[in-house]
Each structure stands twice: as structure tokens, then as C-alpha cells.
């Protein structure tokens, strides 16, 4: 049975009738067509589908979208602002830690997270951040390395 799910998307009030037993990667791909959000293994250890909910990284492959009622969602989409990327996504081009692309969302929406949290994180702290995010092109030295430079312009500096 259907239901009216009422939540925060990327800032904007959204409302959907839905299934509230359905994972919310598959609501935010298939009905609202955010498809930055990806779908790997299905099973929250890869990071792909990685949101944030309420500022928390989550496994969007998880989580059923009945639990982001009443909370605030941010996907890869959501971190843009007036044309303008984030900085960690910004310092994910710069560093070209991006290869195939598959984890860079769940890696930036992570790491946005911990900077929230800890504006100058210790490369250790980044690392241990990270490391339930999975990327298979071996492009973690240059993931690490944006984190570290995103961190220093968020804090006014470079």
C-alpha cells in the first residue's frame, strides 16, 4: 500500500506517494530521477548510494524511504549551489580522484560529512572516513588528497 512520504530534498519540501517499504536509492533514481545516487552493491557495504540524512552519511540501498520522513535528504545533486560545486567536489576534479566516477558520489557526500564535523581532519581521520567506501580504480591517494585541500578552502585558505 501506497503512502505520502514528506521530507527535505536537497533543500526543497518534497512529497511522494510511494511504496514506504522501497529503498530510498530506488525512489530517488526511479521517481525522482536524481541518478547521481548509484546503485553497487545492494547490500551497504560499497558506499555507492551513500546520502546524507540529517548531515549523517547512509546507505540510501538500505534504508527505506519511510525512514527519511519528517528529516532533511542531500544527494550528490544537492551540494551544487548556483552553478557553483562544492568545494569537495570541486577538489575531487582538481585532483582527478574521480576515474570512473561509479563511487564519487558516496566518497564526496562522506567526506562533505566529516568536514562538517571536523573541519581539519588528520589524513588518518580522512582515511578511517573512508574506508567503508569502496573504489575499485585505486584512485583513494587522490580521493584523500581532495579531502585534505577541500579542508583548506573551507576554512578560508588556499
Do not use: Y
Request: aromatic share 4%.
Amino acid at each position: 500500500m501506497e503512502e505520502t512520504i514528506r521530507f527535505t530534498l536537497n533543500g526543497k519540501k518534497t512529497e511522494l506517494l510511494t511504496d514506504p517499504s522501497q529503498t530510498l536509492v530506488w525512489v530517488l533514481r526511479n521517481q525522482l530521477g536524481l541518478t547521481g545516487t548509484k546503485w553497487g552493491c545492494g547490500a551497504g557495504f560499497c558506499g555507492a548510494c551513500t546520502v546524507l540524512l540529517d548531515g549523517e552519511p547512509v546507505r540510501s540501498c538500505s534504508l527505506p524511504v519511510s525512514d527519511v520522513a519528517g528529516k532533511k535528504v542531500i544527494t550528490i545533486e544537492g551540494l551544487e549551489k548556483k552553478g557553483k560545486l562544492h568545494p569537495v567536489q570541486k577538489a575531487f576534479v582538481e585532483h582527478d580522484a574521480l576515474q570512473c566516477g561509479f563511487c564519487t558520489p558516496g566518497m564526496i557526500l562522506t567526506s562533505v560529512s566529516l568536514l562538517q564535523k571536523n573541519p581539519s581532519p588528520t589524513r588518518q581521520e580522512v582515511i578511517e572516513a573512508l574506508d567503508e567506501n569502496l573504489c575499485r580504480c585505486t584512485a583513494h591517494v587522490r580521493i584523500i588528497d581532495a579531502v585534505m585541500d577541500a579542508s583548506k578552502v573551507m576554512k578560508g585558505g588556499k
